[in-house]
């Protein structure tokens, strides 16, 4: 049975290796400062007792004041999950650090990512579309996103 | 030993000199190839940009989205219910389990829990749909050996007795629609279940035919031992799941690790692989195939006879929050995140889809073997592109 890890309690386990990293926490969920996201992820992976080895899925959504892109993670040897969240503010150019690095499974999410919600992830090695084509104007899963007109 | 050609069977580089004076002097380039969209190996319209060096890979770049409509978008203007047509059309050959993991995770988000009736009809339309995936898979991954539609059809004729099943259930054969928030569409009619007995009585013996056929078959054994091998970490590493995962040896199941619905109350045994090669997973889908008919089996024994629909409103609006729920689909973990605003329709529908990231490890498999390899590393994966590419 996998145990999903609250929050808070995430919170605290973090606290020593990544000090002031963590922006708030509710439920399961923990948000943490968006140029953090790799030393935290770095250090939920390699930790013994946390060893979040399996990266379920990353999604995005945009709250139109910002985004945020979550984080599913799971451990397969502790049997245990967390959510990670992360805000990026701004329309233009919004960034978060890529965790291809540590997960290999985050490369096309993390181009797919890019593609529909236009969020950059520093670090990708190859961040281009993926399913869209190069060229396509905007980033279609914007809520402020508009049909090409005709 | 002499060819036709009076030739003696030498190795071919020895042939080839004798042939063409001159010729192993003559200098090589890589040459980059367009394996689709249109191919009827792609498994759909996918296309592999591969660069050889004569018939070895030296490098791929599979290219998505020629099937891309959008769905994650469209999703967000229509109600909860409606949602469900779409999921029918993400994964087209395992339509039951895209309406299953897309309801639980709506079911989560609005705090519904179904009656156990409808679970349990739930899970026999799951296992049913595994079985059907994993058929179209093993007739497919034949296929590109080489054993042209034979096998295919052989397989087929075991789906389609799925499908007739589906078709009592719902109506549906392929985009099925089934699964509600909140239970299933209809309770299964008096003549499902005496037919669903007589499935669950001969599909054992055709499974002993694919294998008696298929398990020893020298040409399959050949071209598949040892060929992609993907090793536990790296799989891990790079979030492959499901078969493919299993296959490299880890029994990793989310009907056993996080069990949802009724697995936990149904006993079955999670196969796995030795050597994580194509070999494997191609046999894991033959084991896995009897394990979910046992399941269907209990499921049948347990079933009880109640409501099939949770009592909800006919617009559903589930408070403002986000969830994340997760199945073991026949191709892997299949999730959805769904947040809701409080309105009537998804705020964001996103869908963990399992072969699109099955797909990342592609080039690390096919790298230094043959272009008729890389077929078959691709049927092994169990692609589906209405799901990668959404």
Not at chain 1, 75 to 95: M, Q, W, Y
Not at chain 2, 232 to 242: E, I, M
């Amino acid at each position: 049975m996998i145990r999903p890890i609250p929050g808070e309690e995430l919170a605290r386990r973090i606290q020593d290796a990544c000090p002031g990293a963590v922006e708030r926490w509710a439920g399961l969920d923990l948000w943490v400062r968006p140029e953090r996201v790799l030393e935290v992820c770095q250090h939920l992976k390699s930790d013994s007792g946390l060893g979040f080895n399996l990266l379920n899925s990353i999604s995005a959504v945009d709250y139109v004041e910002h985004f945020e892109v979550v984080y599913h993670l799971t451990s397969t040897s502790h049997l245990h999950s967390a959510v990670l969240k992360a805000r990026v503010f701004g329309r233009e150019d919004p960034t978060l650090p890529s965790v291809v690095g540590l997960w290999q499974g985050a490369d096309y999410q993390e181009r797919e990512i890019w593609d529909l919600m236009g969020v950059r992830f520093e670090g990708h090695p190859n961040l281009k579309r993926i399913l869209l084509w190069e060229g396509y104007p905007g980033h279609p899963l914007r809520r402020d996103y508009l049909e090409a007109p005709r | 030993m002499t060819t036709g050609l009076g030739l003696s069977a030498a190795p071919p580089g020895e042939r080839y000199k004798r042939l063409l004076p001159g010729a192993m002097s003559m200098r090589s380039e890589p040459v980059t190839v367009n394996v689709g969209p249109q191919h009827p190996s792609t498994h759909g319209v996918f296309r592999l940009r591969v660069t050889f060096d004569g018939e070895i890979i030296l490098d791929v770049e599979p290219i998505f989205g020629y099937l891309h409509r959008g769905s994650e978008k469209l999703a967000e203007e229509r109600t909860y219910t409606q949602v469900i047509t779409l999921t029918d059309r993400l994964d087209y050959v395992a339509s039951m389990t895209n309406n299953q993991a897309y309801v639980l995770a709506a079911e989560k988000l609005a705090g519904l829990r179904p009656p156990e009736r409808a679970m349990y009809l739930r899970v026999i339309a799951a296992e049913l749909q595994r079985i059907a995936s994993h058929l179209m898979a093993t007739g497919f991954l034949l296929n590109d050996l080489g054993a042209f539609a034979t096998p295919l059809m052989y397989c087929f004729r075991e789906r389609e007795k799925i499908l007739d099943l589906f078709e009592m259930l719902c109506g549906a054969r392929i985009t099925l629609s089934y699964m509600r928030v909140g239970g299933v569409f209809q309770d299964a009619p008096e003549d499902f279940w005496p037919a669903l007995r007589k499935f669950l009585k001969e599909m054992p013996g055709y499974i002993d035919e694919y294998e008696a056929l298929l398990v020893e078959n020298e040409i399959l054994v050949t071209r598949t031992r040892g060929v992609s091998v993907l090793t536990v970490d790296h799989a891990l590493n790079a979030s492959v799941t499901g078969p493919m995962l299993r296959a490299s040896g880890f029994p990793w199941d989310l009907r056993v690790v996080d069990p949802y619905e009724v697995y936990d109350r149904v006993r079955f045994d999670v196969p796995v692989g030795k050597a994580g090669d194509n070999y494997d997973r191609f046999k894991i889908r033959l084991d896995e195939m009897r394990q979910s008919l046992r399941i269907v089996e209990q499921c049948v024994e347990q079933i009880e006879p109640g409501p099939v629909r949770a009592e909800s409103p006919a617009l559903l609006r589930p408070p403002a929050g986000d969830a994340y729920a997760r199945i073991e689909g026949p191709k892997g973990e299949l999730g959805f995140y769904l947040v809701s605003d409080g309105s009537i329709a998804p705020y964001r529908f996103k869908l963990r889809a399992p072969s699109f990231i099955n797909l990342t490890v592609l080039r690390d498999l096919v790298i230094g073997w043959k272009l008729a390899d890389m077929i078959v590393t691709l049927g092994s994966i169990d692609i589906n592109m209405g799901e990668v590419d959404r």
